[in-house]
């Protein structure tokens, strides 16, 4: 089965991918992202990859016939692909060159470019799962891309949010808070010379860092080389910065939110930016969604935003310390 149910109650669809549950778990000793698999090319830097347990297609089957007047179905259109960042099973964003971070934000560019190219296809979500933590089976390093034929919930409330803003105070939402937090400084970690990394004043999770882009630009396409180079960077120190707070490669959901495509313009009220969802609340305690956040979306910080971006400062410049070495 796999098709998209609507949810009444929340204005949105719901993916319905119950062939996933078949997924097989791979054996210890062998890794489909490996060279010498047979799935990938024996020599690659970056790549992408058709996944191949998809929840949409370009090729839906038709939806079991369980709608009616009320319940609503729609084929699950789409594209699910991985990419691949190195051929290397243990390798981690820190250790990968300038370089070959540069690569792989050009990739992202390039897929983004052609699931847009389909139509169909409303939103391109840029994404990357890390760790147990968050459920992660396999370590080989790797993100996804989405092509969905719908505009998810939360992007549709950025959208709302953001538009309003702008027909208000005539200004991008997303600089103003950019402006905000650099004027306020308590809660920046670090900055590019186009991008900067901070902890929001509302952050709902100790850790949650945002990567804003300090040019207004709406799609990763928009930025030129020195841009996509910059972003590059900002990413894997992100990276190393988290993985220097306790001390071992730490967990992660990281999201990238650009524009939507194919639909109606958003104008100059959208802004590129990056969101991390770290799942660790201290070095070792889960910072579990109850029931307040999965049951009424009304999030809880247990922690001071002020005191853990003092933390990720820290952690940054320990990072920045083995940089020298």
């Known amino acids: 089965m796999a098709e998209l149910r609507w949810h009444p109650l929340t ?28 799935k990938v090319p024996e020599d690659y830097d970056v790549l992408k990859y058709d996944n191949d347990f998809p929840a949409l297609s370009q090729t839906p089957p038709e939806p079991d016939d369980v709608a009616n007047g009320f319940f609503r179905t729609a084929p699950a259109y789409g594209k699910c692909e991985v990419i691949l960042y190195s051929p290397g099973h243990t390798t981690t964003v820190p250790e990968l060159s300038d370089g070959h971070m540069a690569k792989l934000v050009d990739l992202w560019c390039q897929r983004f470019e052609a699931l847009s190219a389909d139509e169909k296809i409303k939103y391109v979500f840029i994404f990357e799962n890390r760790g147990e933590a968050v459920g992660v089976t396999m370590p080989h390093p790797h993100g996804q891309i989405y092509g969905y034929p719908f505009i998810p919930k939360k992007i549709q409330l950025e959208l709302d ?23 306020d400084g308590r809660r920046v970690i670090f900055s590019t010379k186009h991008f900067t990394v901070f902890l929001p004043f509302f952050t709902e ?16 396409t928009q930025f030129d080389g020195e841009e996509r180079r910059d972003l590059a960077v900002a990413i894997k120190h992100t990276v190393g910065m988290l993985d220097s707070l306790f001390g071992y490669k ?30 660790m609340r201290s070095a070792d305690k889960v910072k579990f969604n109850a029931s307040s956040e999965t049951g009424c979306w ?7 935003p002020e005191q853990t ?11 920045c310390a083995t940089l020298e070495k």
């Open 11 to 38: 204005q949105d669809w719901v993916m319905i991918a119950s062939h996933r549950q078949a997924r097989p778990q791979m054996p210890k000793d062998w890794c489909p992202f490996c060279p010498g698999s047979g």
């Open 161 to 183: 949010s953001s538009g309003s803003y702008y027909r208000e105070q005539g200004k991008c939402l997303f600089c103003e808070m950019l402006d905000q937090e650099r004027q």
């Open 205 to 220: 999770y100790p850790y949650g860092v945002y990567i804003f882009a300090n040019s207004h630009k709406q799609y990763i």
């Open 250 to 279: 730490f967990p992660y959901m990281m999201c990238m939110h650009n524009a939507p495509v194919n639909s109606a313009p958003v104008g100059e009220s959208y802004h590129f930016h990056i969101e991390f969802f770290p799942p």
């Open 298 to 304: 009304a999030h809880c910080n247990p922690t001071c």
């Open 309 to 319: 971006a003092q933390e990720l400062r820290e952690a940054y410049a320990r990072y």
